[in-house]
């Protein structure tokens, strides 16, 4: 983690936690970590996806939301479509790291695909905690190596519909990876 780098852990059962600071160093960061309690009951991932973007709106500069995650959710308030549009209004990438422990099916991976192909992001497949650190390794090399590409339309259509975009490149070997549309 840089200095100017801020981050912050919000554990997610039946309630997603609002109050967990943003910090700027690891020793916080692991505090965070150290301070979730057991889990227990349901998943609301839909209202701790959204609770989390909404705690990025002010902030500056290039943002991405981690989620380890089965994928599943079994509790949330919010619907599916729901938190899909806030996401895609949010402009906040999603990472998603889900982890099966073993199991041989990740019963939420074709959303959290979904989720992460619409904003940009990626998901991680592990089977064991074992992984865990070279996945998060993988993740802060492909957060510390984006390109930013600016796109201003000269169309005067202001119906707020979402637009999809496409992104091509002529480099043989280069991936890319970018949001599928957005909310003007």
Known sequence: ????DRAFVAPFAFESTRDVPFVSDVPALQAQVDSIPEANGGTSLYDAIV???????????????????????TTSRIPYDEMLMYSRASRVPLY?????????????????????????????????VKTLGETYAQLEKDLRSQYLIAYSSESSRNDNRYRTIEVKVDRQNAT?????????
Not at 1 to 4: D, H
Not at 54 to 59: G, I, K, P, S, V
Not at 176 to 184: A, D, E, K, M, S
């Open 1 to 4: 983690m840089k200095p100017t």
């Open 51 to 73: 609770t989390a973007l909404y705690r990025f709106r002010n902030l500056q500069g290039r943002k991405a939301l981690t989620i380890l995650t089965d994928g599943e959710d």
């Open 96 to 128: 998603f790291i889900g982890i099966g422990l073993g199991f041989t099916d990740f019963s939420g991976t074709a959303k959290m695909k979904s989720l992460a192909a619409e904003t940009g992001g990626v998901v991680y497949l592990i089977k064991n």
């Open 176 to 184: 890319v990876r970018t949001i599928r549309g957005f909310l003007p």
